[in-house]
């Protein structure tokens, strides 16, 4: 098992910053990819990020590119989420996963085995 906490939303206006935080216990944390996902009032879960087990390799939904940027600290198990420019459109609840998954299909939600609680972003214009 695998028990994941977000931290660091909140609520800020446009073109303001952020970082989310995700912090890991249980199982090696190294040994699992992460990925963050989001989801808006009456919309679907979205993908937004995701990285791997190694930190080699990232992927980005195009609507976050050069906006959000991931990054991950096995030793504190800890991965973080660098959000920039922030616009009224991403107003959801973030939400960090684990997957064993190493690289393909690390955009789709169905590939992760843990999920956190998620943590609020709200974006006033």
């Known amino acids: 098992q695998v028990q994941l906490v977000e931290s660091g939303g909140g609520s800020v206006q446009a073109g303001g910053s952020l970082r989310l935080s995700c912090s890991a216990s249980?199982?090696?944390?190294?040994?699992?990819?992460m990925g963050w996902f989001r989801q808006a009032p009456g919309k679907e879960r979205e993908f937004v990020v995701a990285?791997?087990?190694?930190?080699?390799?990232?992927y980005y939904s195009d609507s976050v590119k050069g906006r959000f940027t991931i990054s991950r600290d096995n030793a504190k198990n800890t991965v973080y989420l660098q959000i920039n420019s922030l616009k009224p459109e991403d107003t959801a609840v973030y939400y960090c996963?684990?997957?064993?998954?190493?690289?393909?299909?690390?955009?789709?939600?169905?590939?992760?085995?843990?999920w956190g609680q998620g943590t609020q972003v709200t974006v006033s214009s």
């Open positions: 996963a684990a997957t064993q998954v190493s690289y393909a299909g690390l955009a789709s939600a169905s590939r992760y085995d843990y």
């Open positions: 990285i791997t087990w190694s930190g080699d390799t990232t």
């Open positions: 249980g199982r090696t944390f190294s040994g699992y990819a």
